[in-house]
């Protein structure tokens, strides 16, 4: 058996021990490559249906390019979509014209999810993190759990092994749940080569330019790439030296910005 | 602050659609097998040292990675440290600790390897298990001048409990001693007779200095010029293939769940062994009904799929309409999964509350869960001093049956304390085969 076949039965058999173990679950969906990918596999898991609602955290500062693409694979795939947006910080004016990135982040993202956790109580939530991506996501368990505020106690993760998994919370508090820990970025171009999985059109290029990694406009840089189809995409990060996430501002903005996020919610 | 960007045209397409490959059926290509491989050693014998070697070597850094490493060891007011690449957390930067488990991947001659890192510290051995219980294979680093310790002896023990057979011993900071062949002698036969003692054979010893780069990727001609073996990274790629052991063996088909979302009834779960086809006529235990698979449902796949081996995940309609549900097997007739009320296991017990005989347990095996008491203890190791302390007489007991054979032995038993914190949960896995023959109820009803 393949490794990417390996990887395909280990994110299910994630998706189906946390729909049998949770009540209540939904899943974050940025509309990225990892975001399809992870509908792909839940289709796979659950025989054609995804059985709990998908959440875009609309910072307000999407790209319009991908939010034509949110409204296709809504209509595409058929998928119940819950938008929500931080409309109390945007009120207080929070937004990248004003404030650094970290805090934007927080608020357009990490407390939009809190909010919408409180609105919905949600036990558990199906994330796209992956190891390769960060360092302290690298520290992460397939199942981590998340307190009532939301936070990420990294220094005191459980047990995870042999295929047994934290799958139970106490009141207001939710698991992470992360079918794609294992994957790198190149085994999820490979796969949605290998399964023909549409992604948005932003990542191939156009006049030199091609996007790896997609965030919020104001704060997500571009890369200059000629390629224009998925076997380009694969050679090229079999030869780069750029990381992944080297264009998204708030990962860099100070020494372990990352950490700091996560730890307050950010995935 | 770039330009606000301009808003798409009406008939903008806003999807790639990539020409499908054939999905589960397309096979070789770029994918690969990738081994994981956790480096343990006592503290200061050269670990993080040597996973920095390997990552630099292999060239597997991206650009900046190694700067930003500077300059965090600056702000601590540190030397360079190869550790912060893996060591991620602040917390762990000012301490200069592994307080969490680490993957990075790597890549050499086409072949990926994922590292990990697990800390040593004994406060945080539910991580250290975590991390090694990942592994398929093991580099166990010994430094030549101070030769074995005792976190050596340790990690050594540690690997035989998790099972972690497959074992490189690498004797590091061979500049240290003159790159002496006597020195390194001895330690081999110190090691391996260690080692051999806990049944583990490691596969290679080899020595090195990671922060000479001597003997990792490249061989050394001047100071290890004795050296006719292979260098530590020759003998990481003479083991890739040999994890991909497929555990054929007879039907066991672990149920997940059931699933209704429309006029089928999908029984979703995993093979954990053995292969199912559509017709085969398969018992679900413990209840014993039969029915024929009628279908294997692949979505996105618009071939019909016939048949899936070990190690699948699958979803099936069947034929009749019996009772199925999550913790339930599947078997063929031949060769049915052995039922049990007592079963003899090793247990490692994270939890911070103690352990007690008698004490009601969630006893979990691959998906199913029951309650279950500790009977007795046979044998008990020190999780400080990963010692063996002592011997003694031991049982399990469950209430209900759980079919239970030697076919998901690992990795799927897991428990938890009942009612208590989920989340401090405490693994635990199942021993010897002779228990299975000894302790059985007798596997098939008689005709």
Not at chain 1, 195 to 223: D, H
Not at chain 2, 167 to 193: C, G, Q, T
Not at chain 2, 393 to 398: A, D, F, H, I, L
Request: proline residues 6%.
């Amino acid at each position: 058996m393949s490794y990417l076949q390996h990887l395909e039965d280990q994110s299910i058999y994630i998706f189906r021990e946390a729909f049998a173990n949770f009540k209540n679950m939904a899943m974050p969906w940025s509309m990225g490559k990892d975001s399809n990918t992870l509908i792909w596999l839940a289709k796979k898991a659950f025989a054609g249906k995804i059985p709990f609602p998908l959440v875009h955290i609309d910072t307000t500062y999407e790209f319009p390019e991908m939010l034509a693409f949110r409204e296709w694979a809504r209509n595409h795939y058929g998928i119940d979509l819950i938008v929500m947006v931080n409309e109390e910080a945007r009120k207080r004016g929070v937004g990248y014209e004003s404030h650094d990135p970290v805090t934007v982040t927080h608020e357009l993202k990490s407390l939009a999810l809190q909010q919408a956790l409180a609105k919905y109580k949600w036990d558990a939530l199906v994330t796209g993190i992956r190891r390769d991506e960060d360092s302290t996501r690298a520290k992460e368990r397939y199942f981590s759990p998340r307190t009532a505020e939301n936070e990420w106690e990294y220094r005191d993760q459980p047990p995870e092994f042999w295929g047994q998994f934290t799958t139970a919370v106490k009141p207001g508090e939710h698991v992470r749940v992360q079918p794609l820990l294992d994957w790198t970025e190149l085994d999820v171009w490979e796969y949605v080569r290998r399964e023909g999985i549409p992604v948005p059109k932003m990542y191939f290029a156009e006049n030199g330019r091609r996007y790896r990694s997609l965030g919020c406009w104001p704060i997500t840089q571009s890369i200059e790439s000629q390629v224009s189809t998925i076997d380009g995409i694969v050679e090229e990060l079999k030869t780069t030296k750029t990381a992944e996430r080297a264009g998204r501002a708030q990962d860099h903005h100070e020494r372990n910005a990352m950490q700091k996020l996560r730890a307050k919610g950010f995935m | 602050m770039p330009p606000v960007p301009k808003p798409v045209a009406k008939d903008y397409v806003p999807a790639f659609f990539p020409k499908r490959q054939g999905g589960a059926a397309h096979a070789g290509g770029p994918e690969e097998p990738r081994t994981r491989i956790v480096v343990v050693g006592h503290v200061d014998h050269g670990k993080s040292t040597l996973i920095g070697r390997l990552l630099a070597d292999t060239q597997s850094l991206p650009d900046g990675k190694l700067e930003a490493v500077e300059r965090a060891c600056r702000e601590e007011g540190m030397p360079f440290e190869y550790a912060f690449l893996l060591d991620a957390l602040l917390e762990e930067q000012a301490q200069n600790i592994t307080i969490d488990t680490t993957r990075i991947g790597f890549r050499h001659e086409g072949q990926g390897f994922e590292i990990i890192d697990a800390p040593g510290h004994r406060e945080f051995i539910k991580n250290m298990v975590t991390g090694a219980a990942a592994a398929e294979e093991a580099i166990l680093l010994i430094d030549a001048k101070e030769g074995l310790k005792e976190q050596t002896r340790r990690h050594g023990l540690l690997l035989s409990l998790l099972g972690v057979s497959k074992v490189i011993v690498a004797v590091n900071k061979m500049d240290l001693v003159d790159w002496k062949e006597e020195r390194f002698r001895i330690l081999d036969k110190e090691i391996r007779e260690y080692l051999g003692g806990l049944k583990i054979s490691p596969r290679e010893v080899v020595p090195i200095s990671a922060r000479e780069g001597a003997n990792v990727k490249n061989s050394d001609s001047i100071g290890l010029g004795w050296w006719k073996g292979p260098t530590l990274l020759r003998a990481l790629l003479s083991g890739v293939g040999r994890n991909d052991v497929q555990k054929e063996g007879p039907l066991r088909l672990v149920v997940q769940d059931v699933y209704r979302f429309d006029e089928r009834r999908v029984i979703a779960g995993k093979l954990e062994s053995g292969k199912i086809r559509v017709g085969d006529s398969v018992v679900f235990f413990p209840d014993r009904k039969t029915s024929k698979i009628r279908s294997i449902e692949d979505w996105g796949n618009p071939d019909p799929v016939q048949e899936l081996g070990p190690g699948r995940g699958v979803a099936i309609t069947l034929e009749e309409q019996i009772f199925v549900e999550r913790g339930h097997v599947g078997s063929h007739e031949q060769n049915p999964p052995v039922e049990s009320r007592e079963l003899k296991a090793r247990i490692f017990w994270l939890d911070t509350e103690p352990l007690r005989l008698q004490a009601p347990v969630q006893l979990r095996l691959a998906t199913q869960s029951v309650e279950g008491r500790l009977v007795s203890i046979d044998r008990l190791v020190d999780a400080d001093k990963l010692e063996q302390k002592r011997w003694v007489g031991s049982r399990w007991r469950r209430s209900g049956f759980v079919a239970a054979d030697p076919w998901f032995m690992t990795p799927t038993i897991g428990w938890n304390r009942w009612g208590g914190l989920p989340c401090r949960g405490a693994p635990v896995w199942v021993e010897g085969e002779s228990f299975w023959r000894r302790n059985i109820r007798p596997p098939w009803p008689r005709r």
